[in-house]
């Protein structure tokens, strides 16, 4: 069964860098090897109390795809040798407060619905 | 982007009622729309996808339909286990997500 899981600080300073990582177990990132199609990998957050909002999604060969809103500070990036998918997130601040999620994709797009996911770390920008 | 509203924000209902919880996108996103039910302090759980298919798992008293702009999730029969936030997302484009429709007990 896929299993993901985040992991990183849970405090950060305002105008200083979130990451985080996501490590996939239970299957691999790469999809399925017969097929040579991979998975799209996704970050979401939800503020506390608030919605969820959709930071961006990464291919198992690097191919990544932004919330525009966030685009000019957001890098994610995948490790397969470790499985792990990552999200830096550059001059943060109290408005990026938020629980982190990562989630599986579905193949050929990025556009798609997010299905397993992560349990979740709060992240707490904060001096 | 394409902004995704669900209506109600907070639906109050019994046991054993019928629910419906409506989204609707800016512009047309097709059938590519899918839903999800939260419960506090867990992540989301996907429900269905391309508006109408149950994902493996999902009771089937969870069904959605709609197509283009307007699309509905119905619960046939509310179950004490379905008391929990739901959230629609579209992804026709760079994906989105209703504000989502809490479901409180009576």
Redesign the interface.
């Known amino acids: 069964q896929l299993q993901l899981q985040e992991s990183g600080p849970g405090l950060v300073k305002p105008s200083e860098t979130l990451s985080l990582t996501c490590t996939v177990s239970g299957g691999s990132i790469r999809g399925g090897s017969i097929s040579r199609t991979g998975y799209y990998w996704?970050w979401i957050r939800q503020p506390p109390g608030k919605?969820?909002?959709?930071i961006g999604s990464i291919y198992y060969s690097g191919n990544t795809?932004y919330?525009?809103?966030l685009k000019s500070r957001v890098i994610i990036s995948v490790d397969t040798s470790k499985n792990q998918i990552s999200l830096k997130l550059t001059s943060v601040t109290a408005a990026d407060t938020a629980v982190y999620?990562c989630?599986r994709q579905g193949v050929v797009t990025p556009?798609?619905?997010?299905?397993?996911?992560?349990?979740?770390i709060l992240v707490s920008v904060s001096a | 982007?394409i902004q995704m509203t669900q209506s109600p924000s907070t639906l109050s209902a019994s046991v054993g009622d019928r629910v419906t919880i409506t989204c609707r996108a800016s512009q047309s996103i097709s059938s590519?729309l899918?839903w999800?039910q939260q419960k506090p302090g867990?992540?989301?759980?996907?429900l269905i996808?391309m508006t109408s298919s149950l994902?493996s798992g999902v009771p089937s008293r969870f069904s959605g339909s709609g197509s283009g702009t307007e699309f509905t999730l119905t619960i046939s029969s509310l179950q004490p286990d379905d008391f929990a936030t739901y959230?629609c997302?579209q992804?026709?484009?760079?994906?989105?997500?209703?504000?989502?429709t809490k479901v409180e007990i009576k």
């Open positions: 996704g919605g969820l909002e959709w795809y919330n525009p809103s999620y989630a556009n798609n619905w997010f299905d397993p996911w992560g349990q979740g | 982007d590519w899918a999800y867990k992540a989301p759980k996907l996808y994902q959230y997302q992804y026709n484009s760079s994906p989105t997500f209703g504000q989502g």
